[in-house]
């Protein structure tokens, strides 16, 4: 079992910058592959990006490609979501979320969730 657990979410005007945090307890951190998700409101939950074991392999969905930066310690068991020039559309649920994948951007192949964190983007 790993307990995952965000913060650094909040209210930000369109152009700002925000920086998530997962702070991971329980099983070894670093044998997990880490990504975050979003919701929308009346929206599926959606893949934002995942980043290898190490840290060393990331991905992003298109949406968000040279705006976000995933970045993990693994020595104090936290991963970060760095979101730069957010747009109104950013606002979400932000999810945690682990897996046993060395890297995954599919919903089914995570099996930790945090409880999630809101961003709010205003224009």
């Known amino acids: 079992q790993v307990q995952l657990v965000e913060s650094g979410g909040g209210l930000v005007q369109a152009g700002g910058s925000l920086r998530l945090s997962c702070a991971a307890s329980?099983?070894?951190?670093?044998?997990?592959?880490m990504g975050w998700f979003r919701q929308a409101p009346g929206k599926e939950r959606e893949f934002v990006t995942t980043c290898s074991r190490s840290g060393t392999f990331t991905t992003y969905a298109d949406s968000v490609k040279g705006r976000f930066t995933i970045s993990r310690d693994n020595a104090g068991n936290t991963v970060y979501l760095q979101m730069n020039s957010l747009r109104s559309e950013d606002t979400a649920v932000y999810y945690c979320a682990a897996t046993e994948f060395p890297v995954a951007t599919t919903r089914d192949r995570y099996y930790y969730w945090g409880q999630g964190i809101q961003v709010t983007v205003s224009s």
């Open positions: 329980g099983r070894t951190f670093s044998v997990f592959g």
